[in-house]
Nanobody
Framework: QVHVVESGGGSVQAGGSLRLSCAAS????????MAWFRQAPGKEREVAAIDMIGSTSYAASVKGRFTISKDNAKNTLYLQMNSLKPEDTAMYYC????????????????????WGQGTQVTVSS
């Protein structure tokens, strides 16, 4: 069975760091599109970072502060979050999907991704 499980969320003060983990099972992350989304209360879910099998992309709001990475041996995706701000407070979700052409990773994820249950990140000022 294919699924992903997030962990690593918590409460931190502004300026602090957290590392989120997404453990995958039933598929190999190295050959799949992987992404971190987040959803703040009252707001729509948005993509924070995406790994398009060899290239990465970030939302403007997190670029330079967040880093998405993979440990293929552990079949785990990470999101290193530094210099956290109160506006980073949200539920963070891991998503995975297979795309023949990695160029279309984001659209494929939005259509048919496997999603985790989320992990809460709270940043206080």
């Amino acid at each position: 069975q294919v699924h992903v499980v997030e962990s690593g969320g918590g409460s931190v003060q502004a300026g602090g760091s957290l590392r989120l983990s997404c453990a995958a099972s039933g598929f190999t992350i190295s050959s799949n599109c992987m992404a971190w989304f987040r959803q703040a209360p009252g707001k729509e879910r948005e993509v924070a970072a995406i790994d398009m099998i060899g290239s990465t992309s970030y939302a403007a709001s997190v670029k330079g502060r967040f880093t998405i990475s993979k440990d293929n041996a552990k079949n785990t995706l990470y999101l290193q979050m530094n210099s956290l701000k109160p506006e980073d407070t949200a539920m963070y979700y891991c998503a995975a999907a297979y795309a023949q052409d990695p160029t279309f990773c984001l659209s494929v994820i939005l259509k048919r991704a496997v999603w985790g249950q989320g992990t809460q990140v709270t940043v206080s000022s």
